[in-house]
């Protein structure tokens, strides 16, 4: 509990040197063998949060650490060595704030070796510990965000392969009952997949989002009404909104649920009832960021949407691992992914999330880019898909096999490879109507060989499909030429996906 956790040279001593310069040196205190305090400076009263005029002295030291058995820990370790360097001391300061400081110990003793006193050397490194973690915490969002990416990006191609061919045996399958519940069985399971897999592409910032610029006063109002219909008896529930707050640029529909998944896992933590106030307001981020805040946010203007939590007490631990997958599920009552996919959709959408806990009370912020308000108008689309022929290009087999059969059903010519170069000699020697690429082949993007083939058939309709976010490449084309198919997706809506462009 009391050994140095970091050496020389290490960022711990870059921390001690920032304390130097911001603390204005070390605060320096002298307790008794026992815990009180014989003696203290004026830098150790401030550091501490003191009122003015206090006297430290005849204080139980106690009263400061976090966890008071670790005050018996240490002076045992300085009666043995007579000296500690470098201890990292979890405080509390007089108002109940907390207080990281590192701490070097002296004992002093008489003449039969008994310990006396000791003397304390206090440096606060609060601020910098913070700036530390959240560093840590974000390194490791990305690392494990990379990881569940990937991991629901190869399970949607299962999913769609489990989907389709349920799918497809259900149009073809006999109406024995007990194969049409087991079909019924599967499909419903498949769907449950897909909508895990979708949280996990959240938390890995590579879900298909359809951002558009919205009100955020209209989504605030929509959670509110239906947390006061939902839990109105049990949480006090309101709104503190600025009139004039700007729009921004989101997926509206997953930035609700966004909120709605913050507000239920607060309400879980708040047994005893409480109150959920959501707050906005517009923020302008300048250079002075910085001096005010422990994390960087790029300079520019933003709407502020805060959720206040009060009667939700977070510790430490909590605060820092709020946002990780699995953390704090109870009992499964919750989705364990819900706070790690709002995590991933606030960063996936440009914007910044971080929590604050304070005394019974804790604090939501998300920042969103502020953005002009744009629409576009619906499209109505015709039915009979018309005859024509498809080139299918997907590195996966078992998709493939799914597509090709799906396509065949449907009436049209199919044509089928398992990579870019396969596909570009198949289409030398074809006509083609339709390309259905996988976004992510072996060698080249799919995304990609589907433009470039846009230049021997200027009138082909491109039907990209995978996993992750819709591909820029995309978005540069018209919607009638070209359209993103997210997996996993079922064999009637890929079908009706490719009809609908061929009749544009």
Same mark, same amino acid.
């Given at each position: 509990?009391?050994?140095?956790?970091?050496?020389?040279?290490?960022?711990?001593?870059?921390?001690?040197?920032?304390?130097?310069?911001?603390?204005?040196?070390?605060?320096?205190?002298?307790?008794? !063998?026992?815990?009180?305090?014989?003696? =203290?400076?004026?830098?150790?009263?401030?550091?501490?949060?003191?009122?003015?005029?206090? +006297?430290?002295?005849?204080?139980?030291?106690?009263?400061?650490?976090?966890?008071?058995?670790?005050?018996?820990?240490?002076?045992?370790?300085?009666?043995?060595?007579?000296?500690?360097?470098?201890?990292?001391?979890?405080?509390?300061?007089?108002?109940?704030? %907390?207080?990281?400081?590192?701490?070097?110990?002296?004992?002093?003793?008489?003449?039969?070796?008994?310990?006396?006193?000791?003397?304390?050397?206090?440096?606060?490194?609060? /601020?910098?510990?913070?700036?530390?973690?959240?560093?840590?915490?974000?390194?490791?969002?990305?690392?494990?965000?990379? &990881?569940?990416?990937?991991?629901?990006?190869?399970?949607?191609?299962?999913? *769609?392969?489990?989907?389709?061919?349920?799918?497809?045996?259900?149009?073809? !399958?006999?109406? +024995?009952?007990?194969? *049409?519940?087991?079909?019924? #069985?599967?499909?419903?399971?498949?769907?449950?997949?897909?909508?895990?897999?979708?949280?996990?592409?959240?938390?890995?910032?590579?879900?298909?989002?359809? %951002?558009?610029?919205?009100?955020?006063?209209?989504?605030?109002?929509?959670?509110?009404?239906?947390?006061?219909?939902?839990?109105?008896?049990?949480?006090?529930?309101?709104?503190?909104?600025?009139?004039?707050?700007?729009?921004?640029?989101?997926?509206?529909?997953?930035?609700?649920?966004?909120?709605?998944?913050?507000?239920?896992?607060?309400?879980?933590?708040?047994?005893?009832?409480?109150?959920?106030?959501?707050?906005?307001?517009?923020?302008?981020?300048? !250079?002075?960021?910085?001096?005010?805040?422990?994390?960087?946010?790029?300079?520019?203007?933003?709407?502020?949407?805060?959720?206040? =939590?009060?009667?939700?007490?977070?510790?430490?631990? #909590?605060?820092?691992?709020?946002?990780?997958?699995?953390?704090?599920?109870?009992?499964?009552?919750?989705?364990?992914?819900?706070?790690?996919?709002?995590?991933?959709?606030?960063?996936?959408?440009?914007?910044?999330?971080?929590?604050?806990?304070?005394?019974?009370?804790?604090?939501?912020?998300?920042?969103?880019?502020? /953005?002009?308000?744009?629409?576009?108008?619906?499209?109505?689309?015709?039915?009979?898909?018309? #005859?024509?022929?498809?080139?299918?290009?997907?590195?996966?087999?078992?998709?493939?096999?799914? &597509?090709?059969?799906?396509?065949?059903?449907?009436?049209?010519?199919?044509?089928?490879?398992?990579?870019?170069?396969?596909?570009?000699?198949?289409?030398? *020697?074809?006509?083609?109507?339709?390309?259905?690429?996988?976004?992510?082949?072996?060698?080249?993007?799919?995304?990609?060989?589907?433009?470039?083939? &846009?230049?021997?058939?200027?009138?082909?309709? &491109?039907? =990209?499909?995978?996993?992750?976010?819709? %591909?820029?490449?995309?978005?540069?084309?018209?919607?009638?030429?070209?359209?993103?198919?997210?997996?996993?997706?079922?064999?009637?809506?890929?079908?009706?996906?490719?009809?609908?462009?061929?009749?544009?």
């Amino acid at each position: 509990m009391w050994a140095a956790k970091d050496g020389p040279g290490t960022g711990l001593e870059q921390a001690l040197r920032l304390s130097r310069l911001d603390e204005g040196g070390a605060a320096c205190v002298t307790i008794s !063998a026992g815990g009180r305090v014989l003696e =203290c400076d004026p830098a150790a009263a401030r550091m501490l949060r003191m009122p003015a005029g206090s +006297d430290l002295r005849d204080f139980d030291v106690r009263r400061f650490f976090r966890h008071p058995d670790q005050l018996t820990e240490t002076i045992r370790a300085v009666q043995v060595t007579g000296l500690i360097e470098n201890w990292d001391g979890d405080l509390v300061t007089f108002d109940g704030s %907390p207080l990281r400081a590192v701490v070097n110990l002296v004992g002093d003793f008489d003449e039969s070796r008994v310990l006396v006193a000791v003397r304390a050397s206090l440096f606060n490194i609060t /601020e910098w510990s913070r700036v530390h973690e959240r560093k840590l915490l974000a390194q490791r969002f990305e690392t494990v965000g990379r &990881l569940a990416g990937g991991i629901a990006h190869d399970f949607n191609n299962l999913l *769609t392969v489990i989907s389709g061919h349920a799918e497809c045996l259900a149009m073809t !399958a006999t109406a +024995d009952p007990a194969t *049409t519940r087991s079909l019924t #069985a599967i499909r419903e399971s498949a769907a449950r997949g897909a909508a895990l897999t979708q949280r996990l592409l959240a938390f890995g910032r590579r879900q298909v989002l359809l %951002p558009r610029s919205v009100d955020p006063r209209d989504l605030i109002l929509t959670v509110e009404g239906d947390l006061r219909r939902t839990f109105g008896r049990r949480i006090a529930v309101g709104v503190d909104l600025d009139p004039t707050v700007r729009s921004v640029r989101v997926d509206p529909e997953q930035l609700e649920r966004a909120l709605g998944t913050i507000a239920a896992h607060s309400i879980d933590a708040m047994p005893r009832g409480g109150a959920i106030t959501f707050r906005m307001r517009d923020l302008t981020v300048d !250079a002075a960021w910085p001096q005010t805040h422990s994390f960087a946010v790029a300079e520019g203007h933003y709407v502020t949407i805060q959720t206040v =939590c009060a009667g939700m007490t977070l510790d430490r631990d #909590a605060e820092h691992r709020i946002f990780e997958p699995f953390h704090g599920r109870r009992g499964g009552s919750r989705d364990a992914l819900g706070l790690a996919a709002v995590f991933g959709l606030i960063k996936q959408s440009g914007g910044y999330i971080w929590v604050d806990a304070e005394p019974a009370q804790t604090v939501f912020t998300i920042l969103l880019a502020a /953005e002009p308000v744009a629409t576009t108008a619906p499209r109505i689309l015709p039915l009979d898909p018309p #005859a024509a022929t498809v080139l299918v290009v997907d590195d996966d087999d078992d998709v493939r096999g799914l &597509l090709v059969s799906v396509l065949k059903y449907e009436g049209y010519s199919v044509l089928a490879a398992s990579s870019a170069e396969q596909g570009s000699r198949l289409s030398e *020697t074809n006509g083609i109507d339709v390309l259905v690429a996988d976004v992510g082949l072996n060698g080249v993007r799919g995304d990609e060989f589907a433009v470039a083939l &846009l230049g021997t058939y200027p009138d082909m309709k &491109l039907v =990209c499909i995978s996993g992750d976010s819709e %591909p820029g490449t995309l978005r540069a084309l018209a919607p009638d030429r070209a359209v993103f198919l997210e997996k996993p997706f079922s064999a009637r809506q890929f079908s009706e996906q490719v009809g609908a462009l061929l009749r544009q």
